[in-house]
């Protein structure tokens, strides 16, 4: 019975042992499923892991490679790394930003020059289960570069500093460099690969030791390894989400409007159960897209046999343009940002949209069943494409706007009216068909990403004694 349960469902190509790690893994996970929030629940701060110590704030020294050599003051993690330095010109929004998986293995640089004077928020969930400051359990970033960290902060929403997180998250962070000149460089030279250093001088023959995230598969390594499922109590809407490092408020976006979700490993063959759902969405992620061969085939193989609508963020922009035979390009320095101008070119209308990518597809090699959606009134480089006759489209800004403006959020909208409509004509062909997760599925999954661990340091925390060499 079971058994047929699970085909029915949508999960039959699941192998008994990742079945058993999803059994396993919901039995210690099930809790979210009774996440309350409860006015009178004093606020804690996010659990403690091993990794938790308190600030280092020895001197720190932020190298580019081939470039110049910033010297400043730690105040987080004591551990040495090295990332691709990326910069974003958001003035608020640390908390959202530092947890977005899409920014794995970078080196994050604000531009702002105070950074953490509202604190770092509680890990509080929402009323489906979902982090309702975060977007994802863990800082994602491996480095935090500012020009000046405020160490007291004020906000009702604030447990603790943003020293202390980044300490407990394991995280290097650097404060007392002059980040307009970082940020000058990278935007001459583009975006480069970066070390953060605590207690220890600048070493040229160190120089071969930098790490570049952009030769690895981040997905991999931000994507659930087992599906989990968020039920939503508002509508009767399925949808399959693939996990390439989805954000909170795209899960939350889409179960708020009414769809449930069961979210999938980024490889999974998700055309062999699309069937089963009312909607395909391609979430964001990190790095590059090319990496991801698996999706960039399965999404084919989905465009081919099933008329199922599909609505891609970001890195799924990226992959739904591979699938439909376009490339994409890496850009000099990326878009990061909560103002960036987006050109909706089927209406005329300018959205002001946030940001978050070092990627963009090339819309000159999009086929002739597609059309460019929206452009960049900034560098004119792609935003969005969509199909010219199906219910098919993607976007490379945010519309689920965490943190950054709501404009373009009426897209999530656009996307569930048209997989309302194809639910509604697949009931004419199939009246008993109905695609709602039923309580077996919501009991057995997960309710969170299954498998996903924090960042680990790039080299162990220091010992005292080399901070004081």
């Given at each position: 019975m079971h058994t047929h349960m699970f085909q029915k469902l949508g999960i039959s190509t699941l192998a008994k042992p990742q079945l058993g790690r999803v059994l396993a893994s919901n039995r210690c996970l099930q809790t979210r499923s009774l996440a309350t929030v409860q006015s009178k629940t004093p606020r804690q701060a996010p659990k403690t892991g091993v990794r938790a110590a308190k600030p280092s704030y020895d001197r720190a020294t932020f190298t580019i490679r081939d470039g110049p050599i910033f010297s400043g003051k730690s105040f987080g993690s004591k551990s040495n790394i090295s990332g691709e330095a990326v910069f974003t010109t958001s003035l608020v929004g640390y908390p959202e930003s530092l947890t977005d998986p899409s920014y794995?293995?970078?080196?994050?640089v604000f531009t702002q020059p105070l950074i953490g004077n509202y604190g770092v928020p509680s890990n509080a969930r929402d009323e489906n289960g979902l982090l309702k400051y975060f977007e994802s359990p863990n800082i994602q970033a491996v480095g935090v570069v500012v020009a000046d960290v405020a160490e007291k902060y004020s906000h009702w929403t604030a447990v603790q500093s943003l020293s202390e997180w980044c300490a407990q998250e394991g995280v290097p962070a650097i404060s007392g460099v002059d980040t307009r000149a970082i940020v000058t460089?990278?935007?001459e030279k583009g975006s480069s690969l970066a070390r953060i250093t605590i207690g220890e001088e600048y070493d040229a023959d160190q120089d071969e030791a930098f790490v570049d995230p952009e030769q690895i598969n981040l997905v991999r390594k931000v994507s659930t390894k087992a599906p989990f499922h968020i039920n939503s109590s508002k509508g009767d809407l399925h949808v399959a989400v693939i996990d390439c490092g989805v954000k909170e408020n795209i899960l939350r976006s889409l179960v708020g409007r009414g769809a449930s979700v069961t979210a999938f490993p980024y490889d999974y063959p998700i055309h062999k159960v699309a069937h089963h759902f009312d909607g395909v969405f391609i979430s964001n992620g990190p790095g590059?897209?090319?990496?991801?061969?698996?999706?960039?085939?399965?999404?084919?193989?989905?465009?081919?046999?099933?008329q199922v609508p599909i609505m891609g963020i970001c890195l799924g922009h990226q992959l739904l343009a591979l699938a439909a035979g376009a490339r994409t390009i890496k850009l000099k320095y990326g878009n990061r940002a909560h103002n960036i101008p987006a050109l909706d070119l089927t209406t005329g209308r300018c959205h002001i949209t946030s940001q978050n990518h070092g990627y963009a597809v090339d819309a000159t090699t999009l086929s002739s069943d597609w059309k460019e959606y929206f452009v960049n009134l900034n560098d004119s480089s792609n935003e969005g494409m969509i199909h010219k006759s199906r219910p098919i489209f993607s976007t490379q800004f945010h519309p689920e706007a965490k943190g950054g403006p709501l404009d373009s959020s009426y897209l999530f909208d656009s996307y569930l009216d048209s997989v309302q409509k194809y639910k509604r004509s697949q009931a004419v062909f199939q009246p008993n068909k109905d695609n709602r997760p039923s309580p077996l599925l919501v009991d057995i999954l997960s309710k969170e990403r299954v498998g996903v661990a924090p960042i680990p340091p790039t080299s162990a925390p220091l010992p005292v004694a080399a901070s004081m060499a």
């Open positions: 794995r293995g970078q080196i994050l460089f990278l935007r590059d897209p090319t990496h991801c061969q698996e999706t960039v085939y399965h999404l084919a193989k989905l465009m081919e046999s099933s």
